[in-house]
């Protein structure tokens, strides 16, 4: 569940590029993802929906501190992935949501033992981002936090994601991907050079 807060910073894809690609442009976008990262139940998702129609306002709201959210989020974790010190201000963003999101939160029994919870109403229109918050949270105050990593893409991927390599030196986000351009690159300047 950590990870899901950087999941969450890559629904702007191409983050560090001049042509970033949103992927949340709409409220229903934002419970799109939240359904496929199984925040949201299609339950949830029909209950929402009818929230949203009636209070269209207010989801756009919660969209606009969504996407505000999401790129505090991505800064934070960039500038750890770099070795550096996040901005104040964005750990102040997170920080208002994390306060609301343990306001709300609990500790419930498992058959292992006991977990976190997230007590409240899942029909109010921004409870999805509880979780993500908790999972921000959970992850800069783990002992993983040295493993979240952003894409080396020379063209601006800016993808954030953990590096579970055995020796800590994955580069890419994807070896097919950036990963890939990367080697070709690399193969073209060397025999260019010969």
């Known amino acids: 569940m950590k990870k899901l807060c950087l999941d969450f910073a890559n629904t ?10 949103e992927h949340l442009n709409s409220y229903k976008d934002l419970m799109d993802w ?4 199984g925040i949201l139940s299609e339950i949830d998702i029909q209950k929402l929906n009818r929230e949203a129609r009636r209070k269209p306002d207010a989801s756009e709201k919660v969209l606009k501190r969504a996407i505000e959210l999401r790129e505090a989020i991505y800064r934070i974790f960039s500038a750890v992935a770099a070795g550096a010190h996040p ?29 976190w919870d997230i ?20 992850l ?3 002992n993983e936090l ?8 020379d063209k601006g991927c ?3 994601f953990m590096d579970r390599s055995r020796n800590r030196s994955r580069r ?3 070896m097919k991907d950036c990963g890939n351009r990367a080697k070709a690159k690399r193969f073209y300047i060397r025999k260019q050079k010969k």
């Open 34 to 37: 939240g359904h496929k990262k």
């Open 158 to 160: 800016g993808w954030l």
């Open 140 to 142: 800069l105050t783990s």
């Open 87 to 115: 901005e104040a201000g964005d750990l102040s963003i997170l920080n208002r949501d994390l306060a609301k999101t343990m306001a709300q939160s609990r500790i419930t029994p498992t058959k292992d033992g006991f977990t």
């Open 146 to 153: 040295d493993r979240v990593k952003e894409c080396a893409d």
């Open 172 to 174: 890419w986000c994807d």
């Open 12 to 21: 702007l894809q191409w983050h560090a590029s001049e042509n970033p690609q």
């Open 119 to 138: 007590n409240g109403n899942k029909e109010e229109l921004d409870w999805m981002l509880k979780p993500i918050v908790r999972s921000a949270a959970d």
